[in-house]
């Protein structure tokens, strides 16, 4: 049942792993000489990895797998519409945090903004069509 489960949402998890992967490599390699040496003088926005990177980077990168871990569940356990938000919502939210890093931080400046938001939005078009898909035959048959 697990495997079926994994199966069918893949392209939900691989879209919402490659952008939290991203984000977080971002963020532990964005972060300012100083912190190397003074973990207080992190550069994160974020409520759940802030304490962790205040911690030491392990703290963060195990944040990072237990974020995965419960969002994994969310997607596996929810009901395929359900699942089809958390997966869009989350995917959103390390777009645009990834996308603050490429600007700001990384200094990729706007033109960023010609090849980054198209590719998500294929991958996030990609998702919503086989989701639906899959959702529409389940219906259908049953």
């Known amino acids: 049942m ?8 893949w392209p939900q998890l691989v879209g919402i792993f490659l952008l939290i992967a991203l984000d977080a490599s971002l963020t532990y390699f964005g972060q300012p000489e100083s912190y190397w040496t003074d973990h207080s003088t992190n550069n994160e926005l974020s409520w759940i990895f802030a304490p962790a990177l205040n911690s030491s980077p392990l703290h963060f990168v195990l944040a990072v797998l237990a974020y995965m871990l419960v969002i994994l569940s969310l997607v ?9 938000a958390i997966a869009i919502n989350f995917m959103l939210a390390h777009f645009a945090a990834s ?7 990384y200094e ?4 960023l903004n010609f090849w980054f938001p198209p590719l998500i939005g294929s991958m996030l078009i990609f998702i919503c069509f086989d989701q639906c898909e899959k959702f529409i035959k389940e219906r259908d048959s049953a």
């Open 76 to 84: 596996l356990l929810l009901p395929r519409l359900w699942s089809l």
């Open 99 to 105: 996308t603050g890093w490429l600007i700001y931080q």
């Open 108 to 111: 990729f400046g706007y033109n």
């Open 2 to 9: 697990l495997k079926q489960k994994l199966f069918s949402h």
